[in-house]
């Protein structure tokens, strides 16, 4: 009876962990996870075993998670081209060397956060008005906006160091959010 | 012609492939052999008297299979060197600099720092008794070098500066390594032992079970400021 109860509680921790939103509570259940299964060594009749998860399981590994998740930031960056059917490899490579690989190497060494692309074709106000993005990248023609908040600290040293990091800026014009939504549209 | 004998190649893998876990499932399904259990009766026979422990855990990986117990204390000194020599920070070392401690107290709870101060002595005394009573009671070296380990960890979340000399923990970690194969080497390979009785036996376990706790704490911390101090900078201006 004992052994079924604590084998179906690790199921439903795991599951737990694995579907959470928020990584600080996946961390947490992990946790928990850690002791539960202690609990099962110990039924097992290991008690060395059980000892070695609890002081390595819900000790050291939930405090290193708990740093590491305090030090790794994410920058949310949106490519968004409307004019682009079906994306494929061609387009993004496009943009790829003369654009986004210097910039996420601006933000991965100056900044220090962890740059994430992503890639779309929906509408540019669209994009702007119902998704949350640190930094959208609309090209529109020869041209590129770059949609940023101006509090956010991240986006002011991208635009102080725009000149270093993109060799050539004529196409680039930087929006703020701000204007976009006292315009009703960009530019 | 070279699509053809690629398709080959794969059907004939996936042939062997199931060609083998059919002989598997048969030999697991038809075995019919009963072996006794002589290992276990020689492991658990009369530890007592040959190694001096009383939890039969230790006999074995302190006496009766201490060459485990090397190579593990090798592995974990190896993973330590590779993070300290190794690691991105070393290349980049003097962009990123250590950085003052004032940005992180801002940072702390009240709450956590009251509580692992509270705390922080039980731990301390838990992972020592955990070593001194590795041969009588479930725990051991390496347990109780991990729990010393979380206390000076839980002691970066009171108090985050950085006041240790990692080279001199790592310096401190390889001696003790030293003395870890030196110690079995002499006591239980070449039988250089004073007295062949019980308290000497527990005497060596009781050596061998603090060093390796020492040896297990310096590592992990090591591997835990290292992290901590070097790898990446804290950017708390970011609010998430």
């Known amino acids: 009876m004992f052994e079924t109860i604590i084998l179906i509680t690790l199921v439903v921790i795991a599951c737990f962990a694995v579907f959470s939103d928020n990584l600080l509570r996946s961390i947490i259940y992990l946790g928990v996870f ?11 009749n290991a008690p060395d075993v059980a000892i070695a998860e609890a002081a390595i399981g819900v000790g050291l590994s939930t405090v290193m998670y708990l740093v590491a998740l305090k030090k790794v930031s ?46 779309t074709n929906h509408p540019a106000l669209e994009v702007l008005a119902d998704e949350n993005h640190d930094c959208i990248l609309h090209r529109d023609g020869d041209l590129i ?4 908040d101006a509090n956010d600290r991240i986006f002011q040293d991208i635009i102080a160091n725009l000149n270093t990091i993109i060799p050539d800026m004529k196409d680039v014009r930087v929006v703020f959010k701000k204007e976009v939504s006292l315009n009703g549209q960009a530019e | 012609m070279a699509r053809q004998s690629n398709s080959y190649i794969h059907i004939l893998r996936i042939v062997l492939a199931v060609v083998g876990a059919a002989v598997m499932l048969f030999v697991y399904l038809n075995h019919s052999e009963k072996l006794n259990t002589p290992l276990m009766d020689f492991f658990t026979d009369d530890f007592l ?27 974990l000194m190896v993973s330590v060197m590779e993070v300290i020599n190794v690691s991105w920070a070393n290349k980049h070392s003097d962009r990123y600099q250590l950085e003052e401690d004032d940005m992180y107290y801002k940072n702390n709870s009240e709450l956590v720092a009251r509580m692992v101060g509270i705390v922080y002595p039980f731990v301390i005394l838990l992972g020592l008794y955990i070593i001194a009573n590795g041969h009588v009671s479930p725990g051991g070296g390496f347990q109780g070098g991990a729990i010393l380990a979380t206390a000076l960890i839980s002691r970066y979340l009171v108090y985050p500066n950085f006041d ?7 310096k401190m970690e390889k001696i003790l390594f030293l003395f870890i ?8 390979f070449m039988q250089i032992q004073p007295d062949n009785t019980v308290i000497s036996h ?6 061998m079970n603090t060093l390796i706790g020492l040896k297990v704490f310096f590592g992990l911390s090591i591997i835990f400021y290292r992290f901590v101090f070097y790898e990446g900078a804290d950017n708390t201006f970011i609010d998430r």
Do not use: K, W
Not at chain 1, 34 to 44: G, I, P, R, T, V
Not at chain 1, 145 to 148: F, L, S
Not at chain 2, 164 to 170: F, G, K, M, P, Q
């Open chain 1, 34 to 44: 850690s002791l539960a299964m202690a609990l099962a060594y110990l039924h097992y």
């Open chain 1, 74 to 119: 994410v920058y949310d960056i949106c490519y968004v081209n409307e004019n682009i059917e079906q994306f494929n490899d061609d387009h993004i490579g496009s943009i790829m060397d003369s654009f986004v690989r210097p910039m996420e190497l601006f933000l991965e060494r100056t900044e220090e956060v962890e740059p994430q692309i992503s890639y």
């Open chain 1, 145 to 148: 906006y770059i949609y940023g």
């Open chain 2, 49 to 75: 008297a040959q190694t001096g422990a009383d939890n039969a855990v230790a006999a074995i990986y302190l006496n009766y299979r201490v060459f485990d117990t090397l190579f593990e204390a090798l592995m």
């Open chain 2, 164 to 170: 240790l000399d990692l080279h001199i923990i790592e």
């Open chain 2, 181 to 188: 194969v030196l110690t079995p080497v002499l006591y239980v």
């Open chain 2, 202 to 207: 527990q005497v060596y376990m009781v050596f």
